[in-house]
């Protein structure tokens, strides 16, 4: 449905987006995760046609962005980063606006109807947007979105300034669309992605990063980096077992505890997860474990990581 390939684009000296490839499916819902400046908006602008990419190419559902616009934007429907309203129209008359501004041919009763229904907005479509809260505003630049009924949805940064009750609400809202159209959703928190998409890509310096299902970062957050132990034995040996340990990348004795007991920190190879292993071996070696901690990445340090590092391994 969404292809770039190899998309550049430069501002005189300084280049924004960076040789990035991917491809979103039909039915599928990407999140288009990065720090702010990493370049998602500019590469929403060239897939949506509003900028031109300096070499590269986008296509939707096939068709070339830059050769032939018009065909390719009646497939998508677009929501900015700042939705732009006409503050004194009411939410019908600015959905008639955009309808006649898409040329739609769908009978457009029904067709405004049911999207302020879709978009949560059937008790307010009378009243004037500039009186509505910031909430239902983006509601108003999401169904105008949906106007013409495009396969496609690309929405940036939708819950910008959201509270948090509205957030959730915009989140259950692009969760519902999903099941009958393909979304876009370029965001900066992760916890968005996490919690609508079926796969994260993650953008940094103008770079892809990362490409991956939503639910291989979640695992990788479950594998342990780090283990937080109470052993039971005398120290010197334990600590000698435990960096001779096969997946023990680093192990370090901390404080004694009570008589012959004292905490150790183990530092695990990525990827590896040797809590069971450990634990009998422990056991048959003749050490007590008394408590054992997995400190595990979550999603957030795995995204710091990727960003930090400036590199991943992409799916």
Known sequence: MIEAKRIVKRFGDKTAVDDVSFTVGEGEILGFLGPNGAGKSTTLNILTGYLSASSGQALIEGIDVLEHPNEAK??????????????????????????????????????????????????????????????????????????????????????????????????????????????????????????????????????????KPTGEFVRMASAP???????????????????????????VCGAQTEENCFDYTVDVKAGQDIRKDLFFALANAGFAVLAMEALGMSVEDIFIKLVRDGKGAQA
């Open 225 to 251: 980096e780090r283990l937080s132990l109470r052993i039971e034995g005398d120290s010197e040996r334990v600590l000698r077992f435990l960096r001779a340990f096969e997946g023990v990348r680093k192990a």
């Open 74 to 211: 009646k497939r998508i429907g677009f929501l900015p980063e700042y939705a732009p309203l006409y503050l004194d129209m009411t939410v019908r008359e600015y959905l008639n606006f955009v309808f006649e501004l898409k040329g739609a041919t769908l009978a457009r009763k029904p067709h405004l109807s049911e999207v302020c229904g879709l978009a949560g907005l059937s008790d307010v479509e009378n009243r004037v947007i500039r009186n509505l809260s910031k909430g239902y505003r983006q509601r108003v630049g999401i169904a105008g979105a949906l106007i013409g009924n495009p396969k496609i949805l690309i929405f940036d940064e939708p819950t910008i300034g959201l509270d948090p009750r509205q957030i959730v609400e915009i989140r259950n809202l692009i969760r519902n669309l999903g099941r009958d159209h393909t979304v876009l959703l370029s965001t900066h928190i992760l916890s968005e992605v996490q919690a609508v998409c079926d796969r994260i890509l993650v953008l940094n310096r103008g770079k892809v990063v990362a490409d």
